[in-house]
């Protein structure tokens, strides 16, 4: 009787809506919609990679306890100056999705298999969102702190059915001649490195190319130029090891430096531009359930973001969207009895694990293990924890992806929980719903819950430009 009644009440209240109300979409009137689309000269797309809740969540809380204020992306959630959603984050054949189909949602449109980048499951392509930007006339690029060859920066830029082809990514970036791409992965651009030895620096450089290789290159290149910027094989450093190592400082942009650069960049167009900045670190320190590596980079980030929001509040003419492609092994802070004096060790972190790992070898006593993990973050293990750590290194490979000598990170992580409070449901990706968030004209746009692929034609109407594939 009572489950009638609430029908019938929902029912009436539904009759009620068609009859009465005045149209209203998800907070914007139907005239506010059309008034975005258009409105936007600039976009800058925000990707902290494999970023769960609780990544985000912890960031904020230590940079409050450490910093005394709070991160910038969800101040602007407090000072309600935001519109934010959550995002369904699946590829077309997986709950679960990885940054190649993950980004690919975003930059073709449409949801591709994991490990493909804008190709069907036919063969098909779809035409990645730069390129249909840069014909349109806008400027456009990629910054990150993995890869510049990697897979959501990728995403975003081209078309290929195998995210690995990384020296094949490095030629398409060259012949689509995107103006400006930074990060990592010196080895899929150097002649030393590549498996056909081409010399892409130097191509880059005959093209027309401002080819910077160190943070003092990237200040001093020429502006009137495209701009190529390859710090670091592999991955950059994580942030927490660079802050405490000087020739790193000296040597690697920050994400945010990036970030500042390519505007300043790419904003000379009296077209404006489009650009995406990925916080890709942010991922494998989830991945190696790496908390000190993870947060550090987290607040990189977020200082990321702090740049492109600066911009975007004295030029009413550009959208920030901020975002990730998928949560990674939930990291959570976890009720015990000294949850907050644990918690706040991690202020104190210099090193990160990985830097931790790669320190130890297998002839190495318990005790040096103790002391290497308190110096780098300022707590002692017990003797039988450092011997469990040591029983790692008798027989260690060099295959996979995230982990080539399958270092103990995972046991790390379980002993380091009793020092931090911060404990994982695991070491991939996840399903999640995640954050969206947009600041900026074109922002009215946003439904509270959306689905990866349905910001790529979000993206063309805010800007103006067409939506035909």
Known sequence: MERRKFLNLGLLATMAGTIAVPEIIYGST???KHKSIGSAKNIIFMVSDGMSNGTLTMADLLMQRKLGYGSKWLQLYRENKIKHALMDTASADSLVTDSAA??????????????????NADGTSNKPILQKFKDAGKSVGCVTTVPITHATPAGFAINTKNRG?????????????????????????????????????????????????????????????????????????????????????????????????????????PNGFVMQVEGGKVDWG??????????????????AVAVAIDFAET????????????????????????????????????????W????????????????????????????????????????????????????????????????????????DHSGDFVELAMFGPGSDLLNPMVKNFELHNLMLQAAGVNVGR
Not at 104 to 113: E, L, P, Q
Not at 322 to 327: A, L, R
Request: glycine share 8%; proline share 2%; charged share 20%.
């Open 30 to 32: 139907a005239d506010e």
């Open 165 to 269: 082809s990384q020296e094949e990514i490095a030629n398409l970036y060259l012949s689509h001649r995107f103006d400006v791409m930074m990060g990592g992965g010196s080895e899929y651009f150097s002649k030393e490195k590549r498996k056909d030895s081409r010399d892409l620096f130097a191509e880059f450089a005959s093209q027309g190319f401002s080819v910077a290789t160190n943070k003092t290159e990237l200040l001093n290149s020429q502006t009137n130029k495209p701009l190529l910027g390859v710090f670091y094989e592999d991955g950059l450093p994580y942030t927490l090891d660079q802050k405490s190592t000087h020739t790193l400082l000296e040597t690697i942009p920050t994400l945010a430096e990036m970030t500042l650069k390519a505007i300043q960049q790419l904003s000379k167009n």
């Open 102 to 119: 993950g980004c690919s949602a975003w930059g073709g449109g449409v949801r591709v298999k994991n490990g493909s980048l804008n190709i």
């Open 315 to 354: 030029h009413n003419d550009t959208l920030v969207v901020i975002t990730t492609d998928h949560g990674n092994a939930n990291p959570g802070l976890i009720k015990s009895r000294n949850v907050d004096t644990n918690f706040d060790r991690i202020q104190q972190f210099k090193y990160t694990n990985e």
């Open 286 to 303: 989830a991945h190696a359930n790496d908390i000190g590596a993870l947060l550090y980079d987290q607040i990189a980030f977020d200082e």
């Open 356 to 427: 931790i790992l790669n320190k130890i070898s297998k002839n190495d006593t318990p005790s040096k293990v103790i002391e290497l993990i308190n110096e780098a973050q300022g707590y002692a293990i017990t003797a039988n924890d450092a011997s469990e750590i040591l029983t790692h290194y008798e027989d260690l490979s060099n295959d996979g992806i995230y982990n080539a000598y399958k270092l103990p990170f995972r046991k790390l992580a379980e002993i380091q929980q009793l020092y931090t409070s911060v404990g994982w449901s695991g070491m």
